[in-house]
């Protein structure tokens, strides 16, 4: 029949948005006037499922969850919602983010990663698949000074898998090594999603950049053990190994990046400066090593580069404004010790426990970023792992290596988009891709998990818990 035109079929944002304003009214209703009871926790988790449903950004559907909850299902005055959104990011600690983004892009145009992948070539390179191991400890070192996952893909990234193709490496060799070695960048020294995680529950910054190193350390061996047997396997290029002469040259060009390391953690431990202080103090000598010493960021390029991190900033403090109001509402809903008195009724114990967080935060990483994930489910976790007698530096690692997780896998891996960016293979092709490692990560999880001395000997030992 011509002219007919077939009715389109409702997708689920579609959906979503058609009986949104419906569930908006009707729960809200049916809790305050009696129609059945509704409880507020249900609710609150409803809405802000439902607006995330529907590919609003995390930080809106927070901000628009708080403003109905409170209009319909609380009596908090407005005005304290005002007064949240500032004081919400009044804390301190929150200009460690700002800081550590800023010394995070100058690293990353500033040529430090090009000298760190020069130096780990020179130790590694000779091994089967040196050039891929090579990629790895790069990735490694650049997280223990950059603090970002998906600055460590660009900036090894973006060197290696060029010279990995010219040497004969399948891209998709390479392009899974490196999109599972860059999630190093928020597990090793200075991380964003620590300073997040330290924000929401307290816990000293400090001691949660010092408790990722031997972590760290763990993950890129076992990353390099993986790597190196299946490059063994298929028999793939090994470079000439180096002088201890061409060693030496190689580290002491590279020896600006790496004193970074040497100012954090001394500079912290000595009592110099604390923990936020730190990020300023990487933000001016990563400005000067990358246009004074390396000479990659002429001055004409200085303002490209704060506007870059002033966008990235200003994007992550937007998120933790609207999560400080979520987590105001969770407060005085009395949501996270009600979550803590039901998993200690239930008996879990800590196994049980760290096993169902590491499941809930699995999960999340299929819909949200590490940032609104940590935001979240934080002060949720938190009460109840205190209560169980798990120590709050080792939760933040378990968060930590979950989110990495989430950063190498669809629908929403940041580190696979941009992996795919740079190597041109779609996504699905890329998620099949980083599966050895990815499997590799999942084991190192289970390591992290339940061995908490791994991550609380060094800040223990350094007097910083």
């Given at each position: 029949?011509?002219?007919?035109?077939?009715?389109?079929?409702?997708?689920?944002p579609?959906?979503?948005?058609?009986?949104?304003?419906?569930?908006?009214i009707?729960l809200?209703?049916?809790?305050?006037?009696?129609?059945?009871a509704?409880?507020?926790?249900?609710?609150?988790?409803?809405?802000?499922?439902?607006?995330?449903?529907?590919?609003?950004?995390?930080?809106?559907?927070?901000?628009?969850?708080?403003?109905?909850?409170?209009?319909?299902m609380?009596?908090?005055?407005?005005?304290?919602?005002?007064?949240?959104?500032f004081?919400?990011?009044?804390?301190?600690?929150?200009?460690?983010i700002p800081?550590?983004?800023?010394?995070g892009n100058?690293l990353?145009?500033?040529?430090?990663?090009?000298?760190?992948?020069?130096?780990?070539?020179t130790?590694?390179?000779?091994?089967?698949?040196g050039?891929?191991?090579?990629?790895?400890v790069?990735?490694?070192?650049?997280a223990?000074?950059?603090?970002?996952?998906?600055?460590?893909?660009?900036?090894?990234?973006?060197?290696?898998?060029?010279?990995?193709?010219?040497?004969?490496?399948?891209?998709?060799?390479?392009?899974?090594?490196?999109?599972?070695?860059?999630s190093?960048g928020?597990?090793?020294?200075?991380?964003?999603?620590?300073?997040?995680?330290?924000?929401?529950?307290?816990?000293?910054?400090?001691?949660?950049f010092?408790?990722?190193l031997l972590?760290?350390?763990?993950l890129?061996?076992m990353?390099?053990?993986?790597t190196?047997?299946?490059?063994r396997k298929?028999?793939?290029?090994?470079?000439?190994k180096?002088?201890?002469?061409?060693r030496?040259?190689?580290?002491?060009?590279?020896?600006w990046?790496?004193m970074?390391?040497?100012i954090?953690?001394?500079?912290?431990?000595?009592?110099l400066?604390?923990?936020?202080?730190?990020?300023?103090?990487?933000?001016?000598?990563?400005f000067?090593?990358?246009?004074?010493?390396?000479?990659?960021?002429?001055?004409?390029?200085?303002?490209k580069?704060?506007?870059?991190?002033?966008?990235?900033?200003?994007?992550?403090?937007?998120?933790?404004?609207?999560?400080?109001?979520?987590?105001?509402?969770?407060?005085?809903?009395?949501?996270?010790?009600?979550?803590?008195d039901?998993?200690?009724?239930?008996?879990?114990?800590?196994?049980?426990?760290?096993?169902l967080?590491?499941?809930m935060?699995?999960?999340a990483g299929?819909?949200?970023?590490?940032?609104?994930?940590?935001?979240?489910m934080?002060?949720?976790?938190?009460?109840a792992?205190i209560?169980?007698?798990?120590?709050?530096v080792?939760?933040?690692?378990?968060?930590?290596?979950?989110?990495?997780?989430?950063?190498c896998?669809?629908?929403?891996?940041?580190?696979?988009?941009?992996a795919?960016?740079?190597?041109?293979?779609?996504?699905?092709?890329?998620?099949?891709?980083?599966?050895?490692?990815?499997?590799?990560?999942?084991?190192?999880?289970?390591?992290?998990?339940?061995?908490?001395?791994?991550?609380?000997?060094?800040?223990?030992?350094?007097g910083?818990m």
């Open positions: 029949m011509t002219g007919y035109v077939p009715p389109a079929r409702l997708s689920t579609m959906l979503v948005f058609a009986l949104l304003p419906v569930a908006l009707v809200p209703a049916a809790a305050m006037f009696g129609g059945f509704v409880p507020n926790s249900l609710v609150l988790f409803c809405l802000l499922v439902a607006l995330m449903l529907t590919g609003m950004p995390v930080s809106i559907a927070l901000g628009l969850t708080v403003l109905t909850f409170v209009l319909f609380t009596h908090v005055p407005m005005q304290s919602v005002a007064l949240k959104l004081t919400g990011i009044e804390k301190f600690e929150i200009m460690a800081f550590f983004i800023l010394a100058f990353t145009h500033g040529g430090v990663a090009r000298k760190m992948i020069n130096f780990a070539v130790l590694v390179g000779h091994f089967h698949g050039l891929a191991l090579a990629g790895i790069a990735c490694a070192m650049f223990l000074v950059c603090g970002s996952s998906v600055a460590t893909v660009v900036a090894i990234g973006s060197i290696v898998l060029p010279e990995m193709v010219r040497r004969g490496y399948p891209m998709r060799f390479g392009a899974g090594v490196i999109t599972v070695a860059g190093l928020i597990l090793m020294l200075p991380s964003i999603p620590k300073v997040i995680y330290a924000i929401a529950t307290n816990t000293s910054i400090g001691a949660l010092v408790a990722g972590p760290g350390t763990m890129t061996t990353l390099c053990v993986v190196w047997h299946i490059a298929h028999d793939y290029a090994r470079m000439p180096a002088t201890w002469k061409e030496w040259n190689a580290f002491r060009e590279s020896v990046g790496l970074l390391v040497v954090i953690i001394g500079g912290i431990y000595s009592g400066f604390t923990a936020t202080e730190a990020a300023a103090v990487s933000a001016v000598y990563a000067f090593v990358s246009t004074y010493v390396y000479k990659a960021v002429p001055l004409r390029d200085l303002m580069v704060l506007l870059q991190s002033a966008s990235m900033s200003a994007m992550l403090l937007y998120i933790i404004t609207n999560a400080a109001l979520f987590s105001f509402i969770l407060t005085d809903e009395n949501i996270p010790h009600a979550l803590a039901w998993i200690l009724a239930k008996d879990l114990g800590w196994i049980g426990f760290l096993l967080a590491n499941l935060l699995l999960l299929n819909f949200m970023d590490p940032s609104s994930i940590i935001l979240i934080a002060p949720i976790l938190y009460p792992a209560a169980l007698g798990i120590n709050a080792h939760l933040g690692i378990l968060i930590d290596v979950n989110m990495e997780v989430g950063l896998h669809p629908p929403v891996g940041l580190n696979l988009y941009v795919s960016g740079i190597s041109k293979l779609g996504i699905t092709e890329l998620t099949k891709a980083v599966l050895p490692w990815l499997l590799t990560m999942l084991v190192f999880l289970v390591i992290v998990t339940y061995w908490p001395w791994l991550s609380l000997v060094l800040p223990r030992a350094l910083m």
